[in-house]
């Protein structure tokens, strides 16, 4: 990794932990920040909020998305997921999901825990032969 990726890479890790210094985890415990960097190189920041009916929380992932959509944003180039443990965290099935709708097979997903420990995967190894809009192209609408 050039100099310059990987203080891009440190930039992106460290907007995840300020937005994991923002979570919302009474329940759990588990804060989890998350940094998307889009295609226009701007950062959207999201972190999980829990609820007490625990299906209507919002994961960090979908939480930034949502923030990246709302300012304009339209791709996602790469993300960077902080969890609190030692071990880097991944997003849900569920958020791999919503990052597939946001990117493709090649966008870059970073996991980190706070421990310092990293792993950086594509969106295609974390989600082999994702179902994604393209596959709707041909649909009939009603």
Do not use: W
């Amino acid at each position: 990794m050039h100099d310059a990726q990987a203080r891009d890479l440190d930039d992106l890790f460290n907007q995840a932990a300020l937005a994991q210094t923002r979570a919302y985890a009474p329940y759990s415990g588990f804060p989890v920040g998350a940094a998307i960097r889009d295609v226009a190189g701007q950062t959207h920041l999201g972190c999980n909020v829990e609820n007490a009916a625990y299906p209507s929380g919002t994961c960090a992932e979908q939480s930034a998305i949502s923030a990246m959509i709302a300012a304009g944003g339209t791709r996602i180039a790469a993300i960077a997921v902080l969890g609190p443990g030692e071990e880097p965290v991944t997003p849900c099935g569920a958020c791999r999901q919503r990052l597939r709708e946001f990117g493709d097979a090649t966008t870059v997903v970073h996991a980190g825990a706070r421990g310092g420990a990293r792993r950086s995967f594509t969106l295609g190894e974390l989600l082999p032969e994702a179902f994604g809009p393209a596959l709707l192209a041909g649909a009939v609408k009603t």
